[in-house]
């Protein structure tokens, strides 16, 4: 209970002083199992997690998109991680580079339909996501 205070909390102040991208929760497609809708899809990089803004899955966060939405992965912590694409061809995209500050950014838009799995370089296995792009 406290962990999701003290996410709801970095997302408060992640919206109100962030520039580049603002969190929208509520408006991606479902995850599991959800539709689809909107277009912008956001992920929280925590310690030593990746939660979907929409749905609140984690490890693996799960959302499902409309081809041309864009997702954004937004640091709520400070910490080193990364976005590493974990697909095969054609389902891969540009992986990010290794970031620490809190609210860093990192976006990919999805214009091809298909499941796109993703990790956390530092932290692997224990850091696991999938984008599904409908």
Do not use: K
């Amino acid at each position: 209970m406290r962990y999701r205070i003290l996410v709801g909390a970095a997302l408060v102040a992640l919206s109100a002083c962030e520039s580049s991208t603002s969190l929208q929760m509520g408006t991606t497609g479902g995850g599991q199992g959800g539709g689809v809708g909107g277009q912008t899809g956001q992920v929280l990089v925590g310690n030593i997690l990746f939660q979907s803004a929409h749905n609140g899955s984690q490890n693996p966060a799960v959302d499902t998109v409309a081809a041309g939405t864009t997702v954004t992965w937004t640091w709520a912590t400070a910490g080193e991680h990364s976005i590493q694409s974990t697909g095969t061809a054609p389902n891969f995209f540009r992986n990010s580079v290794v970031m620490t500050a809190m609210g860093s950014t990192y976006s990919v838009t999805f214009n091809t339909p298909g499941t796109y799995p993703y990790d956390c370089a530092v932290h692997g296995s224990a850091m696991t996501g999938v984008v599904v792009v409908q």
